[in-house]
Nanobody, 124 residues
Framework: EVQLVESGGGLVQAGGSLRLSCAGT????????VGWIRQAPGKERETVSC????????YYRDAVKGRFTISSDKAKNTVFLQMNSLKPEDSAVYYC?????????????????YGQGTQVTVSA
């Protein structure tokens, strides 16, 4: 059974940083790419970033490029999202996801599994 467990959310002031972690069990990075989506109240879910270790492909949505960095620790089956220069509009519940590795460059499509989510709140 695939499980994704997020940690690292919290409250931070604008301009601050947070690091999210996602620990995966029941699969390996050879099986799936791992990424993040977010959903703010009253808004649709949106892809943030994803990564696959099979060929090193990484995707970022335009709004987070240059501020967020995704990385992975294959030995620990864990993915990290370093979020710097946070803005109030980054506030959302962030969900870890697992998806087919070949969908990374297309925008992290075809998500098959979701974690429970972790709240990120950025105050102005």
């Amino acid at each position: 059974e695939v499980q994704l467990v997020e940690s690292g959310g919290g409250l931070v002031q604008a301009g601050g940083s947070l690091r999210l972690s996602c620990a995966g069990t029941g699969f390996t990075f050879d099986d799936y790419a791992v990424g993040w989506i977010r959903q703010a109240p009253g808004k649709e879910r949106e892809t943030v970033s994803c990564i696959t270790t099979t060929d090193g492909s990484i995707y970022y949505r335009d709004a987070v490029k240059g501020r967020f960095t995704i990385s992975s620790d294959k030995a620990k089956n864990t993915v990290f999202l370093q979020m710097n220069s946070l803005k109030p509009e980054d506030s959302a519940v962030y969900y870890c996801t697992a998806l087919p590795t070949y969908w990374v460059e297309a925008g992290c499509l075809g998500v098959k599994y979701y974690g429970q989510g972790t709240q990120v709140t950025v105050s102005a």
